[in-house]
Structure formats: structure tokens, C-alpha cells
């Protein structure tokens, strides 16, 4: 059990930080939070070079992971029940996000004629 809240929390703290990463970036880049009058696009494969493609996407996922195992491994008290609703309400926005970001890619898709 302790495998599984291990990998649970190392994905939670992944899911996070790629949020935060792609909101920083995006923040930074100009199409997030641009003043009026400003208009900004993003194109789907400059997500995927942040993400998937970029070695140290995968780099930060193993750590994560290996964090997470390692924090339930050594805790030596119990998790309470409510840490791990907290942890799952942390990750509704990095699930939502994904969420939107699917159902927008499949839009694009239909649009396209794929």
C-alpha cells in the first residue's frame, strides 16, 4: 500500500509542478494575462516541446516519483485521510486543465478534417 500512495503523491507533486511550469511560461511568453488590444497564440507543438519531448519533462517526472516513494516510505506516522483529500483536491486544477486542453485539441482536430 505504501507503493501505491507513494506513486500517488508523486504524481499529484508532478501534476502540479507542470501546471505551475506551463502557467510561468505562458505568463512569461505573453498569451496568458496580455493587456487589451493584444493578441497572442500558442501552437499546439510548442506545448509538446515543453512537455513530452523535453528530456527533462521526463527527468522531473522520475524525481517525482522518487520523491513521493521516498516521503511515504520514511514517514513514520500515518497519513491522515485528510491529507489525501487534499491532495486530491490540489490536483483538480491540473486535471482540469488537461481536461480542457484535450477537449480543445479535439476540437482543432474535428475543425481540421483529421
Do not use: E
Not at 506513486?7 to 502540479?16: D, N, R, T, W
Not at 496568458?32 to 523535453?54: C, E, S
Amino acid at each position: 500500500m505504501i507503493w501505491v500512495k507513494g506513486i500517488i503523491l508523486g504524481a499529484s507533486l508532478f501534476a502540479i509542478g507542470v501546471f505551475i511550469f506551463l502557467v510561468a511560461f505562458l505568463r512569461r511568453s505573453g498569451p496568458l494575462f496580455a493587456p487589451p488590444g493584444q493578441a497572442y497564440a500558442i501552437d499546439i507543438r510548442t506545448i509538446a516541446v515543453l512537455t513530452t519531448q523535453n528530456v527533462w519533462f521526463w527527468i522531473a517526472g522520475v524525481a517525482c516519483l522518487a520523491i513521493g516513494l521516498a516521503i511515504t516510505a520514511t514517514w513514520g506516522g500515518k497519513f491522515s485521510p485528510v491529507f489525501w483529500v487534499l491532495v486530491a483536491l490540489a490536483d483538480v486544477v491540473p486535471v482540469a486543465a488537461l481536461g480542457i486542453f484535450l477537449v480543445l485539441v479535439q476540437k482543432l482536430h474535428q475543425v481540421a478534417g483529421r
